[in-house]
């Protein structure tokens, strides 16, 4: 077979749009490999979403090019979100590449890769699927393990259009995949080895909004995959608040095997800023969803996202999201310094906050989240915790590493020679060690 080297920078997402084309370019005779070198086919899945992460695809394609020289048969692809807002351009900065595809068009890969051995110039496929459905054909992949933690796109695209973001413009408009797809891909995954499942999308609460032959709501899809025999854990990522339902919280209190955590995204505490960002809520509002939620599922976690400096944020509104962190008391955040993204409506305004004080005020919200984090960390130690066993450990004297109920990474001692990956071992947390919950294994052992 042939090797197809694949690089995913980005979201979720396009960690599992990297899965799919693993498995599409399996059909077609590729087997994925880990060493650029030993490449036939080497494609980079791309972010645009902060200019970080487009920074770091350039520099990479700095290391691949030279792969090309030494072995001109080499194809190489460009996928993703950058790729479906710079197409043309990237085709003709790079001419060494052989195709690009957007996040709509990675069906296409194998075509795509059969075309461009053929052609001399970068082939681009990055239009829009205009079809009225979204789906994604379940492969016939027996044979293929799947991860013991697999991700399932549900619904793709945003309509939400926050000022700051180019995610519309780059993945296009709301579509929701029919539940009877998304129920065959979860058996097919489950069958294959998956324990744990994430149902995927930039806003997953949109789900069953947009043109569904079978209208169902977000919640109600999470009763269905719930019911199916062998999904042991249930989560997804992310929601947006302004589709925040009952119906969730009531999925939360019903369902077991709904782990308790939820990334709700806030990005700041001042409603004149959220306002500007048009996120379609104020601080009040998001303070009372949590507040709704926690009433009825106590030990939820909830994590976010935030962005300081956005333009016009002045120091006193900076601090109004200080205070929504504290207040809220998240488990995790990522934060983020502002930055114009060409093509979202924020990118035409001056960028009035200095780099500099941008700077600090991520630093402070860093320090009160770390703050914030090993103090809720610390909460655990005493408790009994069930973790789904997801790796061995080669150092620092445990023996397996995995994830709570909660989304904490937890390492294990006391376990080898019993635990398997896959296994459920109950663990009784000791200590942390920074963001890390560290515990043994009980008596008690599996389950
Ligand atoms: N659908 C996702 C958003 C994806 S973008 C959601 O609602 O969470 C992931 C995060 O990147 C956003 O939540 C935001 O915090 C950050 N982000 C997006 N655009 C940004 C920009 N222009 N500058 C800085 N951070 C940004
Ligand atoms: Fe972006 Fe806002 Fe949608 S952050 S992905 S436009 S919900």
């Excluded at 645009?48 to 072995?71: D, I, W």
Aim: net charge negative; aromatic share 8%; proline share 4%.
């Amino acid at each position: 077979m042939k090797q197809v080297f694949l690089e995913t920078f980005g979201c979720q997402m396009n960690v599992a749009d990297s899965d799919r084309m693993e498995s599409l370019l399996f059909q077609s005779g590729y087997l994925r490999t880990d060493q650029k070198e030993e490449a036939d086919l080497i494609v980079v899945n791309t972010c645009s979403v902060r200019e970080k992460a487009e920074q770091k695809v350039y520099s990479l394609f700095g290391q691949l090019l030279p792969l090309k020289e030494k072995n001109p048969d080499l194809i190489l692809g460009l996928a993703g979100c950058l790729a479906q807002q710079e197409g043309d351009r990237l085709a003709r900065r790079i001419p060494d590449l052989d195709f690009i595809l957007g996040p709509d068009t990675i069906e296409n890969i194998s075509d795509a890769v059969a075309q461009a051995a053929r052609q001399t110039k970068p082939l681009v496929w990055t239009r829009f699927d205009s079809h009225k459905e979204y789906s994604i054909p379940v492969l016939d992949v027996e044979d293929q393990p799947a991860n013991l933690s697999a991700f399932v796109n549900i619904i793709k695209g945003c309509d939400k259009f926050c000022s700051f973001c180019i995610v519309p413009y780059t993945r296009g408009r709301e579509k929701s995949r029919e539940a009877e797809e998304i129920y065959a891909e979860v058996r097919s995954l489950v069958k294959r080895g998956a324990k744990e499942i994430f149902l995927l999308g930039q806003n997953v609460n949109a789900y069953g909004k947009h043109g569904l032959n079978k209208p169902i709501a977000f919640h109600e899809l999470l009763y269905g995959v719930a019911e199916i025999p062998g999904v042991e854990r249930l989560r997804f990522t992310t929601s947006y608040p302004g589709d925040f339902t009952e119906g969730m919280i009531r999925a939360y209190k019903d369902l077991d095997i709904l782990m308790n955590h939820l990334h709700l995204p806030v990005q700041s505490g001042n409603d004149r800023i959220l306002e500007l960002m048009r996120r379609g809520h104020t601080a009040a509002e998001y303070r009372d969803m949590i507040a709704r939620l926690r009433d009825a599922v106590p030990d939820i976690a909830v994590s976010s996202d935030i962005i300081v400096g956005f333009p016009t944020e002045t120091e006193a509104e900076f601090e109004d999201t200080l205070k929504l962190m504290e207040e809220v008391d998240f488990d995790n955040n990522y934060m983020f310094s502002y930055s114009p993204r060409p093509g979202a409506p924020a990118a035409e305004w001056e960028d009035t906050v200095p780099e500099a004080d941008k700077k600090l005020r991520l630093q402070k919200t860093m320090d009160l989240q770390n703050r914030l984090t090993l103090k809720n960390a610390q909460a655990f130690v005493g408790r009994k915790v069930e973790i789904l066993v997801a790796e061995r450990m080669e150092r620092n004297g445990s023996d397996f590493k995995g994830r709570s109920p909660q989304y904490w990474t937890t390492h294990i001692t006391g376990g080898n020679g019993e635990l398997n990956i896959g296994d459920t071992a109950v663990v009784e947390i000791k200590e942390t060690k920074g963001r890390v919950l560290i515990g043994r294994r009980t008596a008690s052992g599996n389950g």
